[in-house]
């Protein structure tokens, strides 16, 4: 992996199809922001397991994607190359949507397009047939409900994204403001609902593990009366050890829940932190479950199948009470 890693799109691409056992097959492509989130790690098991379970098929699921999430030009280019190679079917987890969508306007692909984890934004659907992943709008009312049952009078919050136009985190994002300020079409929360969004926030990651906990670290010390913190994924718990550091800043203020954090996503080390006290509840998606899923719709939409829009995967809430039995298995 470590070698793959340092190759450019095209030549992963070109040399997975030239392989003895790839010539053989059609390729169904599933292609995430960045190979360097643990989240898409475990999509990516769902697509080898597909694999495994299904050895004589004619197609074989690949799972690639730019090497550093931050990379969207490069996603882009790994999309135009499966385009230009003429894969079977190819879904996507764009994470600059609108530029995802700008060159699947200009290439017009014949094969089936569809998106997961992530979307496209509204107006550009019509690009792609259908979304299998999470929906993420009820992803952040879920976020929303279990802040106000720990600080059900308000107070002041700061929301951690991720890439400025990454549709899905947006979604998040709107769902959580719209829950804690009871109306929809709230930007920035001004008071709404007893909450306040701090100067400097929201923070955006662009996925980036290190400058999330940096990000959560630089908040906590301007803001030491913050009342909540959410992070609309779980960039910052992916690198555990720094995520430790950051928040032993504020175990106290933790453990009396003063301050309060709501976390995307379920991981292992994202559960170690919630047992931890680390978090308060941890809303969590299926991507083994979407990267499992993904071939066998592609193979659908490849058959000219009628498929539901959107597919949803469903989501977790964990919580410290439910610990021994979340995420559901």
């Not at 979604?171 to 400097?200: C, N, P, Y």
């Amino acid at each position: 992996m470590k070698t793959m890693l340092k190759w450019t799109a095209a030549a992963l691409v070109a040399a997975l199809a030239a392989s003895p056992v790839w010539a053989q097959k059609k390729t169904l492509a599933v292609v995430v922001k960045g190979l360097d989130n643990p989240f898409f790690t475990v999509l990516g098991d769902g697509c080898a397991l597909w694999n495994k379970e299904n050895p004589n098929s004619e197609y074989s699921c690949l799972y690639t994607g730019p090497a550093s999430s931050a990379d969207e030009a490069g996603e882009i280019q790994i999309v135009e190359d499966l385009i230009n190679k003429g894969v079977a079917g190819i879904a996507i987890s764009p994470s600059n949507a609108p530029a995802m969508a700008n060159m699947l306007k200009a290439k017009k692909p014949k094969m089936p397009i569809m998106t997961i984890d992530a979307d496209l934004a509204a107006a550009d659907r019509a690009l792609r047939i259908t979304y299998l992943g999470t929906n993420n709008y009820d992803m952040g009312v879920l976020m929303a409900k279990h802040l106000k049952e720990h600080k059900p009078k308000g107070g002041s919050v700061c929301l951690q994204l991720g890439n400025v136009a990454a549709d899905n985190i947006n979604a998040r994002a709107a769902g959580f403001r719209d829950t804690i300020a009871g109306k929809k079409g709230v930007d920035r929360l001004k008071g709404e609902g007893g909450w306040s969004e701090v100067a400097g926030c929201p923070v955006f990651t662009n996925d980036q593990i290190d400058l999330a906990n940096q990000q959560m670290a630089d908040v906590f010390t301007k803001n030491p009366k913050l009342d909540a913190f959410i992070l609309v994924g779980g960039w910052a718990q992916f690198g555990p050890q720094a995520y430790a550091q950051v928040t032993d800043q504020v175990m106290p203020r933790l453990k009396s829940k003063e301050l309060v954090i709501i976390a995307g996503d379920t991981l292992p080390p994202q559960l170690d932190a919630l047992k931890a006290g680390r978090s308060h509840a941890q809303i969590g998606q299926r991507p083994f479950e979407m990267g499992h899923r993904a071939p066998a719709v592609l193979i659908d939409l490849i058959n000219g199948k009628k498929v539901a829009d959107p597919l949803y995967t469903g989501l977790d809430e964990c919580t410290q009470a439910n610990l021994g039995k979340c995420p559901a298995k």
